[in-house]
């Protein structure tokens, strides 16, 4: 089978490989769809703290199981279509004993501790997989960069009155504004891109600033009376919106990082103590996370086909993050169409 894979920052090749077969716990997908995400192209660029090369890229699956290994559950049965929960979590460190296996000290995810999924057929346990037949391939390659969003709403308990802002309006920030709007009314998406923006309000926000053409302090003021926003969700993953979030968050307030950031970020801690804050980390998603999602999108709150920018084919991949990289703001969502 044919694979791509980065080398090294900035230089990919396709190679074969020899197709995998399934042992007993274990089912082989036949790959349909594959979403690149910030992860992915931080990964070409160089950027990504946790990849390793060379990598075979790649997380967001959809696709259609071919084999199952003998001891797989009988109800699991090829020709299935399934997307996959690229997280694989060791069973035994503290936070999979408490049932958090999304924070696995250990965690492997597909593309960037380990191979990924950017090839023709992937293995991957039975218990990783979700089932979602009447969903699309295009739909179901979406939903785990929604899920890594919908997990940080569950991580900030948002309540139907609260005022949630969301730094940043990729595919991560977006699963936060569409989860958030789907508990509250009152939604602010933050972003320097005016196209981005737009997409944010056609997911669920009722107010959007651009942070390079406005006053970021004063709009939230505004819109929240003077308090700030009693959540503010972190997907960006910069030393500024890092310490922007504790700055700008409420009293009593609630601040849920999902972005992560390479080098130190230095604060001014007072705000966490005088402002009494929660802050939080977010962590991949779980499987609640994933169901929360294709409900959404099987019950239409959540309407998937504006959010892929393009759609190339595998032969294609190369060069679609190429030109991703080279004007990172101009894509969303990259889908690569591994089968018609």
């Given at each position: 089978?044919?694979?791509?894979?980065?080398?090294?920052?900035?230089?990919?090749?396709?190679?074969?490989?020899?197709?995998?077969?399934?042992?007993?716990?274990?089912?082989?997908?036949?790959?349909?769809?594959?979403?690149?995400?910030?992860?992915?192209?931080?990964?070409?660029?160089?950027?990504n703290?946790?990849?390793?090369?060379?990598?075979i890229?790649?997380?967001?699956?959809?696709?259609?199981?071919?084999?199952?290994?003998?001891?797989?559950?009988?109800?699991?049965?090829?020709?299935?279509?399934?997307?996959?929960?690229?997280?694989?979590?060791?069973?035994?460190?503290?936070?999979?004993?408490?049932?958090r296996?999304?924070?696995?000290?250990y965690?492997?995810?597909?593309?960037?501790?380990?191979?990924?999924?950017?090839?023709?057929?992937?293995?991957?346990?039975?218990?990783?997989?979700?089932?979602?037949?009447?969903?699309?391939?295009?739909?179901?390659?979406?939903?785990?960069?929604?899920?890594?969003?919908?997990?940080?709403?569950?991580r900030?308990?948002?309540?139907?009155?609260?005022?949630?802002?969301?730094?940043?309006t990729?595919?991560?920030?977006?699963?936060?504004?569409?989860?958030?709007?789907?508990?509250?009314?009152?939604?602010?998406?933050?972003?320097?891109?005016?196209?981005?923006?737009?997409?944010?309000?056609?997911?669920?926000?009722?107010?959007?600033?651009?942070?390079?053409?406005?006053?970021?302090?004063?709009?939230?003021?505004?819109?929240?009376?003077?308090?700030?926003?009693?959540?503010?969700?972190?997907?960006?993953?910069?030393?500024?919106?890092?310490?922007?979030?504790?700055?700008?968050?409420?009293?009593?307030?609630?601040?849920?990082?999902?972005?992560?950031?390479?080098?130190?970020?230095?604060y001014?801690?007072?705000?966490?103590?005088?402002?009494?804050?929660?802050?939080?980390?977010?962590?991949?998603?779980?499987?609640?996370?994933?169901?929360?999602?294709?409900?959404?999108?099987?019950?239409?709150?959540?309407?998937?086909?504006?959010?892929?920018?393009?759609?190339?084919?595998?032969?294609?991949?190369?060069?679609?993050?190429?030109?991703?990289?080279?004007?990172?703001?101009?894509?969303?969502?990259?889908?690569?169409?591994?089968?018609?």
């Amino acid at each position: 089978m044919r694979a791509f894979i980065i080398d090294k920052p900035g230089k990919f090749t396709y190679i074969d490989r020899k197709k995998p077969h399934p042992s007993d716990t274990d089912v082989l997908i036949k790959v349909y769809r594959l979403g690149l995400c910030g992860s992915d192209l931080a990964t070409f660029r160089g950027l990504n703290p946790l990849a390793g090369y060379p990598r075979i890229i790649g997380h967001e699956v959809s696709g259609i199981i071919e084999e199952s290994g003998k001891d797989v559950p009988l109800h699991i049965k090829p020709g299935m279509i399934v997307t996959l929960i690229p997280y694989l979590n060791c069973g035994w460190c503290s936070s999979c004993l408490t049932g958090r296996i999304n924070a696995c000290k250990y965690n492997q995810t597909l593309g960037i501790q380990c191979e990924g999924a950017s090839c023709e057929y992937i293995i991957i346990p039975w218990q990783k997989i979700i089932i979602s037949d009447d969903l699309s391939f295009d739909e179901l390659v979406l939903v785990e960069p929604l899920s890594v969003g919908f997990h940080a709403i569950r991580r900030a308990r948002v309540k139907e009155n609260d005022t949630v802002a969301v730094f940043g309006t990729g595919m991560v920030g977006l699963g936060s504004i569409i989860g958030a709007a789907a508990k509250t009314s009152k939604v602010v998406a933050i972003d320097i891109a005016d196209v981005k923006l737009a997409l944010a309000q056609e997911a669920g926000a009722k107010f959007v600033i651009n942070s390079s053409t406005m006053n970021l302090r004063d709009k939230l003021d505004v819109i929240t009376n003077g308090h700030g926003p009693d959540v503010i969700i972190e997907a960006v993953g910069l030393p500024q919106t890092f310490r922007r979030s504790v700055e700008l968050v409420s009293f009593a307030g609630r601040v849920v990082y999902i972005g992560y950031v390479k080098e130190e970020v230095a604060y001014e801690t007072r705000h966490f103590v005088m402002k009494e804050l929660d802050i939080m980390g977010s962590r991949n998603a779980d499987r609640e996370d994933f169901i929360a999602v294709i409900d959404a999108v099987r019950n239409k709150i959540c309407d998937t086909k504006h959010l892929i920018t393009k759609k190339v084919s595998f032969n294609e991949m190369g060069r679609a993050l190429k030109e991703w990289s080279d004007d990172p703001a101009s894509i969303t969502k990259i889908v690569v169409e591994m089968e018609a």
